[in-house]
């Protein structure tokens, strides 16, 4: 039977351990207008906040692109499968982009 695989890219726009800096949470709150933002807690206990959830790596490397125009300036592709976050190459591999 099929085999449904869940992997799949987001565009981190950041990463905090503690308080989120003013000018983050700003800029998340601006952008939570037009995106979807998510947040979750990694397991060294930093939040981080993610938009998009993109099927293929050149989807994400253009999602990241208008990002960094809307102020984003250290937005990175992050790739998940099945909801953990995995090393982009892998994810690339499992789903034959390379």
Sequence with gaps: FPVTICTHYKIQIGAYKGKIPDTADRLI??????RKIENYKDEKGVHVYTTGNLRSYQEAVTMQGQLKQEGVKNAIVAAYHNGKRIPLAEARKINNEL
């Design 29 to 34: 709150k601006k952008l939570s207008i037009i």
